[in-house]
């Protein structure tokens, strides 16, 4: 039996709001831990 893959995605909306939380040193520990784990799951962007 194969392992079942996570095919969830996050969205381009979302992954934008989270690399802003990352980079505004206001944020807290776990709003960044939050927003890691949403960009981890993003879509790369495609090359040319």
């Keep these: 039996m194969s392992k079942a893959r996570n095919t969830k995605q996050t969205s381009r909306a979302v992954a934008k709001q989270a690399s802003a939380v990352l980079r505004?040193?206001?944020?807290?520990?776990?709003?960044?831990?939050?927003?890691?784990?949403?960009?981890?799951?993003?879509?790369?962007?495609?090359?040319?």
């Design 24 to 48: 505004d040193g206001r944020s807290s520990a776990r709003s960044k831990s939050v927003a890691a784990s949403a960009l981890a799951q993003a879509r790369p962007k495609r090359r040319k």
